[in-house]
């Protein structure tokens, strides 16, 4: 089945950085659209980050352009999010997900980061 686990959350101070790391299984990665999505408490799931199948096309939300930098490794099946200069708004579950059939289906359970101002 498909699995996307990502790790790297934590506790930063403002200014300070993180890398985020998805690793995924049982889809065919090399072929799929991927992205960050991430969830701040009491606001909807926002839309962080995505990056085409062959990494050569990557698209932000407007509020982490210039900070954050999506990449992936399509032999290693992992998709990263090096996350700098970061701010207390940017505390938030951060999930990785797969576009497959016009949609992202399949999700990640989420890993928490909080930065502390």
């Known amino acids: 089945q498909v699995q996307l686990v990502e790790s790297g959350g934590g506790l930063v101070q403002a200014g300070g950085s993180l890398r985020l790391s998805c690793a995924a299984s049982?889809?065919?990665?090399?072929?799929?659209?991927m992205g960050w999505f991430r969830q701040a408490p009491g606001k909807e799931r926002e839309f962080v980050a995505a990056?085409?199948?062959?990494?050569?096309?990557?698209n932000y939300a407007d509020s982490v352009k210039g900070r954050f930098a999506i990449s992936r490794d399509n032999d290693k099946n992992t998709v990263s999010l090096q996350m700098n200069s970061l701010k207390p708004e940017d505390t938030a579950i951060y999930s990785c997900?797969?576009?497959?059939?016009?949609?992202?289906?399949?999700w990640g359970q989420g890993t928490q980061v909080t930065v502390s101002s």
């Open positions: 997900a797969a576009h497959a059939n016009y949609n992202w289906n399949y």
């Open positions: 049982g889809l065919t990665f090399s072929s799929m659209t």
């Open positions: 990056i085409g199948w062959r990494g050569a096309s990557t």
